[in-house]
């Protein structure tokens, strides 16, 4: 199976306002076997998603998801990425009650290549960033 693995997550802006932006860079490495490189389309790039998390005691919430990155894959070698993702403060916010100052913040991150139909083909598992908190 494709892999997802090294993730990582940087938060850029640390010290921002409560109503700035949250500001992530967010990286990876997808490995491929040798079967799933002979199964890639020609010209059809890996479309990363990127799920934003707030830990919480019971459930999880999602507070926001970016699948805008794509990353070209075209052997076994290990295939590195980093992008930024702009997490909106109003959604920062929504992920607590109003008496928290503070969301435990993670990052999922997977990738898929699909066929020119739009067909999954190949698809990684979803590795998980470490969590931290940040001001909300």
Do not use: W
């Amino acid at each position: 199976m494709a892999k997802m693995q090294n993730v990582s997550m940087q938060v850029n802006n640390p010290n921002r306002s409560a109503r700035e932006d949250l500001n992530l860079t967010v990286g990876g490495t997808i490995v491929l076997t040798p079967q799933e490189v002979a199964k890639l389309v020609p010209g059809q790039l890996f479309r990363v998603k990127i799920i934003v998390m707030d830990d919480d005691t019971f459930s999880d919430d999602v507070v926001h998801t970016d699948t805008s990155f794509e990353r070209g894959v075209y052997d076994t070698t290990p295939t590195a990425f980093t992008v930024g993702v702009i997490v909106p403060a109003a959604k920062l916010r929504n992920s607590e009650p109003s008496y928290e100052s503070a969301a435990e913040i993670y990052c999922k991150v997977s990738a898929e290549h699909r066929n020119a139909q739009g067909r999954v083909i190949i698809s990684t598992n979803t590795a998980s960033t470490r969590t931290v908190d940040v001001r909300i």
